[in-house]
């Protein structure tokens, strides 16, 4: 049998509002806490043939594009699918049009399947507890409503760690158009992100970069940008802020070199660092040392 892939597509919640939401599954006994981050499911787990990925990657880059973000969404208060389906779930509102939007656009194969139940935008709490249990939980958490901005959207693929198998995220896209480069041929398409998609890590070699660091799970700490032409990947930057300060590695196919895709990738990759406003007064950059020197007073090469 062909390998496959048990993935997901899911907006997800960054902190503070997950670690509020995180609390409350924690009160509630979620079993499912350790595996999974707050988030808003659009497409659930499906199994992706491996010869799928990148037209499942090209999908979530299109649904993206076609949606402008952020997404301003709220969260709360607590409901339930009883007696239809065990689940405690906190209502989500806001601007649902954009979020059904972006669901239509990313539900199209390869990312589609069957469905048990109609499409709710809901994030889960708990699933799989007593029914008593539940509408005891729902009764009791009350007051509880947050706002979210929503930026980008995730394929979550499970994978089996240490600890067990956890929904982890694979590729991911900021919502809106991406930068278009049309100078000197072939339309260059850059998208952001945070998350180094298996494509863009067998690029950028062993180990991925932003593997590294003591804040390699806040996702907050790094930037990733990928640039395409003709639907081709044809060069990465990474971005990631570490405690001995920031990092940036601009990775270029070898068929692709020589034709300015290093020199806007750069570019594009500390604009998106200053945009997140990290504090660092030079970026250490791996890789050949001749690119940066010649490219950037701010990305600087060791010595």
Same mark, same amino acid.
């Given at each position: ?22 609390? &409350? ?49 709220? &969260? ?15 209502? &989500?509102?806001?601007?649902? &049009? ?39 939980? %729902? ?61 863009? %890590? ?102």
């Amino acid at each position: 049998m062909a390998p496959r892939r048990r993935v997901g597509v899911v907006v997800l919640l960054d902190a503070p509002v997950a670690d509020w939401i995180d609390g &409350v599954r924690r009160a509630a006994g979620d079993s499912s806490i350790d595996r999974i981050r707050p988030h808003v499911t659009l497409v659930p787990p499906l199994n992706l043939k491996e010869g799928d990925l990148e037209a499942g990657l090209a999908r979530l880059r299109a649904a993206a594009a076609a949606v402008e973000g952020p997404l301003e969404l709220t &969260v709360g208060p607590p409901a339930t699918f009883l007696p239809a389906n065990p689940v405690l779930y906190l209502e &989500v509102g806001g601007d649902l &049009v954009g979020l059904r939007a972006l669901r239509d656009a990313v539900f199209v194969p390869p990312l589609q399947r069957s469905l048990s139940w109609p499409w709710v935008p809901h994030l889960t709490l708990a699933d799989g507890l007593p029914h008593e249990r539940i509408e005891m939980l %729902a009764r009791g958490i009350t007051g509880f409503a947050a706002r979210a901005s929503i930026e980008r959207v995730t394929l979550l693929e499970e994978r089996h760690t240490d600890g067990g198998r956890r929904w982890v995220p694979a590729a991911d896209a900021a919502l809106g158009p991406p930068s278009v480069i049309a100078r000197g041929g072939l339309p260059l398409t850059m998208t952001e992100g945070r998350t180094v998609n298996p494509f863009g %890590a067998e690029l950028l070699g062993s180990p991925v970069p932003v593997a590294l660091g003591t804040h390699a799970d806040d996702p907050r700490r790094r930037v990733v940008l990928e640039a395409h032409r003709e639907g081709i990947l044809v060069g990465v930057a990474v971005a990631w802020l570490a405690d001995d300060g920031g990092h940036v590695r601009v990775t270029v196919a070898a068929g692709q070199r020589g034709t300015g895709v290093g020199s806007h990738l750069l570019a594009a990759v500390e604009n998106a660092v200053r945009r997140q406003g990290w504090d660092c007064p030079v970026l250490q950059a791996e890789g050949p040392p001749e690119f940066y020197r010649a490219r950037s007073a701010w990305s600087r090469p060791p010595g």
